[in-house]
């Protein structure tokens, strides 16, 4: 029997809590299941699915987040492979996928307010449930209808900061998949957003400028009013050519004509509204056939200049071209008006023909240039433009993941193509979160994505499914919630464990044998170095006094002082009676952790 649950109009609390894979594409998962929830497991063998309440908290109720879980192993386990399959759980788009793609049958189980919902996609025509989960609350259904009712109230969203896979979620099939990576936002903006130029001039310009980069100032600007200054760098008109014929006659005029050196050398004298003054002549010089004799403005008063400007584009240039040049002239005067607020300003004389003009301003200052930018969706001045954050590259990361989520809230402020819109429900697809961030970045790093989680997209019901390699990030993620793959010769293994993470002392999770292989917690070449050294003491082959200045330089305490011991008095080891002998440096590692797991008993 098919309960239909989702015919209802009514907003519907929507979570994904398994996932059995029969085999993905290159047999990366073979019959490997995926329990995303600590209040409910579930567990599917010989077409049973077993299904059961747990007795634990889902630490993340009474916000709008409904669970964070974690993916964790080392590269090439297949964590971006696993994010990849369930980006594509849409119903006609998945099966698509599925077959054009590699990938097999699966299992999905969602909670859609108090219905748990089954859908089978495998060669089984019905499979068996059973547990106290199915009891009173179970919708089980075959229909593919369904699914696609389901999921057409979920927005999928993949972020990643990196671009190795990202290609692979570029897919346009389905209108409620949303990838956040560096390339699909520059490729956002430019076809439809903030720095498209006009077709006549864009084939003759050479487009630079980071459109990541705006992104993260209009959120540094717009939301999180920044007051530390970035560095903005100004691109010549020169080095954005390129058409070389174009070049050719710009250097001609650069170098014929007083006039024209005086103005060449005099750049420095004025300042930076003028200087992107001289780059809107350039425009009008190259793409709309004005007379260079508009260069002789340049030594007016400002007011003057931008007077004379719009009369020129009013009377000489097309009406179908006088809205880029308005809306140029407009972003220029907004520029004007943030000049007292420049500082550092690098010397601009003879330098127009390369990048190295720049100056620092304070983040926050930005924003009615960026709203101006963002609100036309076509701009002038931003081709001209770079922006530098002086931050680490793991601070970096942290605010471009921020600033990413403020992109997804407000995209339609970015693009002009048409979307649907996010649905209510939002599955939040994070890949390798904690990439290029120092350790205290990656402690704080779950506090932070939950904030801006709660603060950016509080209008919306969040699931959170993220990979890692960090243990650390595992101090904020319950243990129930931790999904570990491990890799064993091609052989993929997903399995849960009994370890509690949740505010667990970061060291000891750094301990966990899963990110150590064959419990070595010492560095590879240190090991390979104190062998060599414990073999040589052995044979007799190291003078004392060399081989103490090597010892000290150890720093696992009790390593280096059983090898002190066995140094003792002299390098001849008959003499040595005083310590136990090890065998080798894996005995004395063995010793070390037998010592550190008695001490953790009584913790």
Known sequence: MINRIFDEPNNEDIELLYLWIENTKYDCFSSCEFNFSSEFTFTFKNNLLEGKTTNNINVYKGTNIKNV??????????????????SNLSGKAFKTYSIDKGNGNYISVFRCNNKICVFNYTDFEKIECEGNIF?????????????????????????????????????????NFVPLTPSQIKNDLKFFGAYKTPLYIFKHINI???????????YLANYVKEK??????ITSFWDLLVDDHKKDQVEHFFNSGTQNVRIKNNMNELGFSKIFLRFFMDELIS???INRSVYDLLFNDITEIFEKLYSIVELQCSIDKQEYLFHGLKEIKAFNDLEKYITNMSETKNKLEDDTMFFDIPIYKLRSLINLILNRKESFIFKYLNFKLNRSEGELSKIRHESYIYYLANRDKYVQKKYNGIKDNILLLLDEIDVHMHPEWQRTLIDSLIDSVLNILNNYSVQIILTTHSPIVLSDIPGDNVIYISNNNGIRKVFKKQTKTFGANIYTLYNDSFFFSNDVTIGEFAKRYINGLYKKLKENTIGKEEAKKAI??????????????????????????KVERFDDLDDIESKLLDILNEIRKYK
């Open 135 to 175: 009891d009173n609350n179970y919708a089980y259904s075959l229909k593919h209808q369904d699914y696609n009712d389901l999921y057409a109230k979920t927005t999928i969203v993949y972020l990643s900061l990196e671009e190795h896979s990202s290609s692979s979620f570029l897919r346009k099939e389905n209108s």
């Open 228 to 233: 530390n200054d970035v560095r903005v760098s």
């Open 69 to 86: 879980s974690a993916i964790i192993g080392a590269n090439g386990v297949g964590k971006t492979t696993l994010l990849n399959f369930i």
């Open 287 to 289: 793409f709309f056939d």
């Open 208 to 218: 630079i400028s980071d459109v990541d980069n705006l992104v993260t100032m209009d």
């Open 552 to 577: 000290e330089l150890i720093g696992e305490p009790i390593l280096r002082n059983s090898l002190l011991n066995y140094l003792g008095d002299n390098c001849h080891i008959n003499e040595i009676n």
